[in-house]
């Protein structure tokens, strides 16, 4: 399908003449998943190039659009999916999340609470396990997502993790590491990498 959007029908009558548009396509969000629950719909997809995460209400017995949060995580580069949720009446959202500063982990999302901000966010989470990484501190790192300008005036998104012990102000102007596009696919062990 070319313009994913988010319908519902009643059980009775599922022919496609009786299909409603609950989330209509748009050009700033590409819908790839999602989880019905009791009290809530929880929508996974991809807006301004990051994956997301998106909460709705279940009012009445149907999803309310204009409920619609997204879920604000604590770091600028991430990537979230909805994980196996197998209970329907809960208010626990069970989701994987990873970052640059972050090893893959399982979370609880509480949505009884808001998560319209990070700080709300990180307070509605619960670690279930996450992925042991030896020797690494993620509490000593940050990401940050920064855009460059070609000399097209194509906009192009930089990953930086930012230490901070040592600063962001030192770091952005002493250690890059730019990548031609033919080794995007290919691993590339972290170091500092002088001009």
């Not at 979230?80 to 209970?87: F, G, L, Q």
């Not at 949505?111 to 619960?126: F, I, N």
Request: glycine fraction near 4%; charge should be positive; hydrophobic fraction near 45%.
């Amino acid at each position: 399908a070319t313009e994913m959007c988010l319908m519902y029908t009643p059980v009775t009558a599922t022919e496609i003449a009786n299909w409603k548009t609950l989330l209509p396509h748009s050009q700033e969000r590409l819908i790839q998943d999602f989880t019905v629950f009791k009290d809530f719909v929880a929508v996974e997809g991809r807006a301004g190039g990051l994956t997301r995460l998106w909460v709705m209400d279940v009012v009445a017995g149907m999803p309310d659009p204009a409920s619609m949060k997204q879920v604000a995580f604590k770091d600028d580069l991430y990537e979230v999916y909805i994980s196996a949720n197998k209970v329907w009446d809960t208010n626990q959202l069970r989701v994987c999340y990873s970052s640059l500063a972050s090893p893959l982990t399982w979370y609880h999302i509480d949505m009884r609470k808001p998560q319209t901000t990070a700080a709300e966010s990180e307070a509605a989470l619960t670690v279930l396990k996450q992925k042991e990484v030896l020797n690494f501190d993620g509490s000593l790192y940050r990401t940050q997502r920064i855009f460059a300008t070609a000399p097209d005036g194509t906009k192009v998104t930089l990953a930086c993790v930012v230490c901070r012990l040592i600063g962001v102000e030192r770091q952005v102007s002493n250690a890059w590491m730019l990548l031609p596009r033919k080794h995007m696919c290919r691993c590339v062990f972290p170091g500092v990498w002088r001009r």
